[in-house]
C-alpha cells in the first residue's frame, strides 16, 4: 500500500511519518480542533520534515494567521474498491493499530458471500 511505502522510505529518506486519528471518525474537525491542529503541524519543529496522514477534511491554514502551508496529496478510489477494502478492514484491521480489537474481528463471511 501506499502508506507501507511511506513508513519503510521515512528511516531511509530522514522524515517522520505521523498518523492522525480523529475521535470517532468525524472528517471535520471543529474550530477549536482545527486551530490546534494548525499551531500544532506549523510549530512542532522537532518531526520537521513529517507526513501527517489521516482522514480528515481540507483545512485552509492562512485561515488561521500563519504563513505555513502543507502540500496535500488526496487520493480518491473507485466506491466499490473502498467498499471491499472496508469490509475487509472491520474484520481483520491494518498494520498500523495490530492489536485493536474490530468491531467484525472474526467474521470471516467474504464480501461475495456477504
Not at 512542532?44 to 501527517?52: I, M, Q
Not at 492562512?62 to 466499490?80: A, M
Amino acid at each position: 500500500t501506499l502508506m507501507g511505502i511511506v513508513y519503510t522510505l521515512c528511516e531511509i529518506n530522514n522524515y517522520n511519518v505521523l498518523h492522525i486519528n480523529i475521535t470517532k471518525n468525524i472528517n471535520i474537525l471543529s474550530l477549536v480542533d482545527q486551530r490546534l491542529f494548525v499551531d500544532n503541524i506549523s510549530h512542532w519543529d522537532a518531526v520537521k520534515p513529517a507526513l501527517y496522514h489521516g482522514h480528515m477534511a481540507y483545512l485552509q491554514f492562512n485561515r488561521f494567521g500563519t504563513s505555513f502551508t502543507p502540500i496535500y496529496i488526496n487520493l480518491i478510489r473507485r466506491p466499490l474498491d473502498r467498499l471491499v477494502s472496508y469490509y475487509y478492514f472491520l474484520r481483520y484491521g491494518d498494520d498500523l493499530r495490530p492489536n485493536l480489537v474490530r468491531r467484525r474481528q472474526g467474521n470471516t463471511m467474504s464480501f461475495d458471500e456477504c
